[in-house]
């Protein structure tokens, strides 16, 4: 998946930063105090630093035995300088200083606002939630500035709607890491299958759903097919909200009964009927604050943020430090990294402020010693976290805690985990595994083996999963039946049980061991029909398949 700027710095967009390198100097100093405003002191070109040199060639996938491939020079190597560039309109040269970037950026909105509106008892209940919440509206509003110029940009280009542009104000107030508890994540709160669908990596290292830049083109690529397939915005948004499936189903069955088929007449859940009422109660408040007795934060017409790219492994830590900013503000621009190093080849740049922009290209070029402190590590095999750590070296205790393995887990074969670079680990990770890097872990028990047994008169799903110490939901999945089910007398019933015990029923119904003298006198019995024989209730056999 690529996000809307490229992966690698081509040789065209290298030409026109060099051009943006004059109005860029002037970023130096720029204090972002809001999201939006800025001053602009003046400064030198050479403050921006040389431009970046091209990447070295892609590296090799790491070999089958979990040791990375060496792709690129030791750490200690000094690293050039990026240029920073506008993500979005990477061709204009940027300049704080022209007019139409201290024009108010709400106004621009407005005036491509296109959708018509909705009007109704639905919408006055919500313009009423947000007026009596005048400090939630204004926290929702400072958050959404950052990101806010980039969606506009990116709507009118496709020559979409800016009503669109409040969507995320509906969805998770701005909040590019919230988390919904259909597991939906981001600021366009995407859930995994649909993020998938519109390709937005979820793996080891990052979550693109919550990736500001990837995330709003995967939300905006929705919105238009949606638009497409119903010919109407807030049917579009409908579907968005709540599947396209839902809403093509209710449009049929109004059609059916003869009924109009538009937004406000449809039979829908809910939260899907105050959905587009609640962005036409924002678009209202947007548009007329002062109706509300609410105030806008001042938001100017320019970008927020600067896209710098990155070229080598860089840990969260040392990018922070060389931005000069706070971790919680790198985060917010940057929310998508699982892990606290940036993979050069699945996050090929990082989202800072002007300002830290600056800082970071003119820092970098100076900066001694390794860029990452970590890297990634492929379980050759199924292993116990013990066994890995022994491989990779590190105490188990860390190799459990970076990687969040539970306790009682295996680390299934193929696995990437996150483990210190080292003295022999001095390689950046390969694409293969910055953009599929998975964890597979699995319980840490005995081997299973298959037991088949008559049910008895009044046996159930739920005692037979009492005898054996198993749950009803696996009894009930090994003899393909409902939990509830009752076993007919005779009826052959399937249960797996552990290597280490070899349990019976008794008549009293309790799960024994057999004896020594048991297992011996039942040794020609099992040899000769090639299945082992346990009595599981007086006069019942047991017969005991090997898995």
């Known amino acids: 998946m690529t996000t809307p700027s490229t992966r690698h710095l081509g040789s065209r967009a290298r ?55 060496t792709v690129h020079a030791a750490p200690s190597e ?32 407005r005036r491509g606002f296109a959708m018509p509106d909705l009007d109704g008892e639905l919408v006055r209940n919500r313009e009423q939630w947000y007026a009596t919440r005048p400090d939630y509206v204004q926290r929702m509003t400072e958050r959404g500035g950052r990101y806010l110029f980039h969606i506009v940009e990116e709507l009118e280009r496709r020559g979409m709607p800016t009503e669109l542009a409040l969507l995320p104000f509906i969805e998770s107030a701005f909040n590019p890491q919230a988390m919904s508890s259909a597991k939906a994540s981001g600021m366009w709160q995407f859930i995994p299958s649909t993020g998938k669908d519109f390709s937005l990596k979820q793996n080891v290292f990052r979550d693109d759903r919550r990736d500001v830049l990837a995330s709003t083109r995967a939300a905006l690529d929705y919105l238009q097919k949606l638009n497409g397939m119903f010919g109407d915005w807030h049917l579009a948004l409908a579907a968005y909200n709540w599947g396209e499936g839902s809403v093509s189903r209710a449009i049929a069955r109004n059609q059916k009964l003869g009924l109009p088929t538009d937004y406000a007449s449809l039979k829908m859940p809910d939260e899907t009927a105050y959905y587009v009422p609640k962005l036409q109660a924002v678009k ?18 320019h970008p927020y943020f600067l896209s710098v790219p990155i ?13 000069g900013m706070s971790m919680d503000e790198f985060q917010t621009l940057n929310p998508q990294m699982n892990k606290p190093v940036i993979l050069a080849a699945g996050t090929p740049q990082v989202l800072l402020p002007y300002d830290n922009a600056n800082r970071f290209v003119r820092s970098l070029p100076q900066h001694r010693g390794p860029l990452a402190s970590w890297t990634a590590w492929v379980a050759p095999k199924t292993l116990r976290p013990s066994e890995a750590a022994h491989q990779i070296g590190i105490p188990e205790a860390q190799l459990r805690e970076v990687n969040r393995i539970p306790a009682r887990m295996l680390v ?22 910055a953009d599929n890097a998975v964890m597979a872990l699995a319980p840490d028990v005995p081997p299973l083996r298959k037991m ?13 999963a009492m005898r054996y110490r198993v749950s009803a939901v696996q009894v009930a999945q090994w003899n393909s039946v409902n939990p509830a089910y009752h076993f007919k007398p005779g009826q052959t019933v399937v249960v797996f049980v552990a290597n280490a015990v070899k349990a019976t029923k008794t008549a009293r119904g309790k799960a024994t061991a057999h004896s020594a003298a048991t297992r011996t006198a039942a040794a020609p019995q099992r040899k000769a029909a090639g299945k082992s024989a346990y009595t599981t209730r007086a006069g019942k056999s047991v017969r005991v398949a090997r898995t």
Do not use: Y
Request: with cysteine; hydrophobic share 50%.
């Open 284 to 301: 209202n408040i947007v548009a007329r604050p002062a109706d509300f007795g609410l105030t806008l934060p001042a938001l100017r017409n």
């Open 311 to 323: 070229e080598r492994d860089m840990d969260v830590a040392v990018a922070v430090r060389l931005a």
């Open 15 to 69: 030409v026109w930063a060099c051009a943006a390198l004059l109005p860029l100097a002037l970023l130096a100093a720029c204090a972002t105090q809001t999201p939006g405003t800025a001053t602009v002191p003046a400064t030198t070109a050479a403050s921006i630093g040389t431009l970046a040199q091209p990447r070295a060639d892609a590296p090799a996938a790491a070999p089958r035995d979990g040791t990375p491939a």
């Open 452 to 464: 088949s047994l008559k049910a008895g008169r009044k046996d159930t799903v739920a005692s037979v």
């Open 412 to 433: 299934k074969a193929g696995s990437t985990l996150l483990v210190p670079r080292g003295e022999h680990r001095q390689t950046d990770v390969p694409v293969a595994i």
């Open 78 to 109: 000094v690293a050039a300088a990026p240029v920073p560039v506008d993500p979005l309109r990477p061709e204009v040269r940027l300049d704080l200083d022209d007019r139409s970037a201290q024009t108010d950026l709400w106004a621009r909105v």
